[in-house]
T-cell receptor, first 108, second 118 residues
Framework: SQQGEEDPQALSIQEGENATMNCSYKTSINNLQWYRQNSGRGLVHLILIRSNEREKHSGRLRVTLDTSKKSSSLLITASRAADTASYFCATSDYKLSFGAGTTVTVRA | KAGVTQTPRYLIKTRGQQVTLSCSPISGHRSVSWYQQTPGQGLQFLFEYFSETQRNKGNFPGRFSGRQFSNSRSEMNVSTLELGDSALYLC?????????????????FGAGTRLSVL
């Protein structure tokens, strides 16, 4: 079963705008990861945040983690058409447990 | 390094048949995991192999099986195919234990095999 839920399910924005998506999870975690999937292909790892971290940046990506609320958010700044994809959060133990994903469409 | 390679990319089978999917991990990665992705159930863990042994297994029926070879390449097999087995099957590899702490939690995915069961 999936670990949790992502919100929103779908997001459409104009190129240059920011995109924010949220993820909730159910169990205690050691770390949380975000992955991107382009049009039914494989997933690409974006960023990992440890349970003792509150915020992490990687290029145009900013991830926050609130373990008290069991939630995380991913912000993509200055979006580009190439950011059009589905984004998944995942908690990891021996396997990755994924959320349902947020589909982001960036309009040129 | 070459990425994770999955073959074939597309497969069409009929109900009752069996199918074998192949995965070649990133060189040096000894852990290989398999996931099933469907619109209804999302991404679900099938099993993980490490050093030719199945180390973990998800909640799938026995029709789903796999194996890993000494070169870390892995295959998964689905017997007696059902319509509901239509899905994108993803293979992922990870660095082995002890190679950099959290690095082993990051998985590197192949492009997937899309299986259609008619």
């Amino acid at each position: 079963s999936q670990q949790g839920e992502e919100d929103p399910q779908a997001l459409s924005i104009q190129e240059g705008e920011n995109a924010t998506m949220n993820c909730s999870y159910k169990t205690s975690i050691n770390n949380l990861q975000w992955y991107r999937q382009n049009s039914g292909r494989g997933l690409v790892h974006l960023i990992l945040i440890r349970s003792n971290e509150r915020e992490k940046h990687s290029g145009r990506l900013r991830v926050t983690l609130d373990t008290s609320k069991k939630s995380s958010s991913l912000l993509i700044t200055a979006s580009r058409a190439a950011d059009t994809a589905s984004y998944f959060c995942a908690t990891s133990d021996y396997k990755l447990s994924f959320g349902a994903g947020t589909t982001v469409t960036v309009r040129a | 390094k070459a990425g994770v390679t999955q073959t074939p990319r597309y497969l069409i089978k009929t109900r009752g048949q069996q199918v074998t999917l192949s995965c070649s991990p990133i060189s040096g990665h000894r852990s290989v995991s398999w996931y099933q992705q469907t619109p209804g159930q999302g991404l679900q863990f099938l099993f993980e192999y490490f050093s030719e042994t199945q180390r973990n297994k998800g909640n799938f029926p026995g029709r789903f099986s796999g194996r890993q070879f000494s070169n870390s390449r892995s295959e998964m097999n689905v017997s007696t195919l059902e319509l509901g087995d239509s899905a994108l099957y993803l293979c992922a590899s990870s660095p082995e234990e002890g190679t950099g702490g959290l690095a082993k939690n990051i998985q590197y995915f192949g492009a997937g095999t899309r299986l259609s069961v008619l």
